[in-house]
């Protein structure tokens, strides 16, 4: 008499197993976000043209703030104000857009300024990272490419990208004749800084 109790707990459960499984099943699942496109930075100069990949994941705020710049055309008309053979090219300074103001070069910017985010990242030859004066948080548009290793400025300068076509233009730019001042003779001009997909460049 105590076997068909038994079979109708059973019979229970299983049902009641069943119910629950048909309830864990997602019915209205949100769709996937589609990935974020990459994208690069084409740097149009007066000696060639540069194309810099990002490191969003190493410093956010800075490919922001860069990406939001040159979407503006804040960099368009400025030129390279500082080449230090073997160290590294200089920019980024709306100051320079006016060749009547020199003695003002390498103290302008945006208007604003972010905080560091020094990172993991090896100041290697080709690598982008963000100028500032003595305070680390103090960066605003400036920017250089170094020109050969810079090691000494690991952690203590936030690298936000990397140049990945036009070294033959790095090279140009790094090995221009320049004034006591490790200003360029001859004017390096940025004519234009474009945020494009990264796979719209061949």
Not at 141 to 169: E, M, P, R
Request: glycine fraction near 8%; charged fraction near 20%.
């Amino acid at each position: 008499m105590k076997t068909p109790a038994l079979i109708c707990s059973l019979s229970l459960l299983a049902n009641f197993a069943l119910v629950s499984c048909s309830k864990a099943e997602p019915t209205n699942a949100p769709a996937a976000k589609p990935a974020e496109a990459k994208e690069v930075a084409v740097i149009k100069t007066s000696e060639g043209t540069m194309v810099l990949e990002f490191y969003p994941d190493a410093a956010p705020k800075h490919v922001e703030n860069f990406k939001t710049l040159a979407k503006k055309g804040f960099y368009d008309g400025t030129c390279f104000h500082r080449v230090i053979k073997g160290f590294m090219i200089q920019g980024g300074d709306p100051n320079t857009k006016n060749d009547s103001a020199k003695d003002t070069w390498g103290m302008g910017g945006p208007g604003y300024t972010i905080n560091a985010e020094f990172n993991a990242k090896h100041h290697a030859r080709g690598v982008l990272s963000m100028a500032r004066t003595s305070d680390p948080n103090s960066a605003g548009s400036q920017f250089f490419i170094c020109h050969g290793d810079a090691g000494f400025l690991d952690g203590q300068y936030t690298v936000f990208g990397n140049l990945i076509k036009g070294d033959d233009v790095l090279e140009k730019i790094a090995t221009t004749a320049t004034e006591p001042t490790d200003r360029p003779i001859k004017r390096v001009n940025v004519e234009s800084i474009k945020i494009v997909p990264a796979d719209s460049v061949k």
